[in-house]
Nanobody
Framework: QVQLMESGGGLVQPGGSLTLSCAAS????????MGWYRQAPGKERELVAV???????NYADSVKGRFTISRDNAKNTVYLHVNSLKPEDTAVYYC????????????????WGQGTQVTVSS
């Protein structure tokens, strides 16, 4: 059983900052790609940022220069440092990870966290 536990969301004023964390736990052999997605009310879930096991990163154009994704492989944890927040960043942020649990096939499975709310408002 694998779980992703997110933390760090909250209410912040425009221009403010937050750090979101997501820790994976359970029967984990290895973790490939980890990332963050978000879903605003009435909109589809969208990619925010991803980081590979080797540290390569990719960001949505809307967050480039403001958000930074990082991971601590020893702790099976991924972080999203969000700066210069805008009202349009308001959404539920979901952690995602591609995790290998089967040491025989080494196939990775897609896991999601429960989501953490980020609200940007004055």
């Amino acid at each position: 059983q694998v779980q992703l536990m997110e933390s760090g969301g909250g209410l912040v004023q425009p221009g403010g900052s937050l750090t979101l964390s997501c820790a994976a736990s359970g029967s984990i052999f290895s973790i490939n790609r980890m990332g963050w997605y978000r879903q605003a009310p009435g909109k589809e879930r969208e990619l925010v940022a991803v980081v590979t096991s080797g540290g390569g990163t990719n960001y949505a154009d809307s967050v480039k220069g403001r958000f930074t994704i990082s991971r601590d492989n020893a702790k099976n944890t991924v972080y999203l440092h969000v700066n210069s927040l805008k009202p349009e960043d308001t959404a539920v942020y979901y952690c995602n990870a591609h995790i290998v649990v089967d040491t025989t096939t080494l196939r990775s499975y897609n896991y999601w966290g429960q989501g953490t709310q980020v609200t940007v408002s004055s």
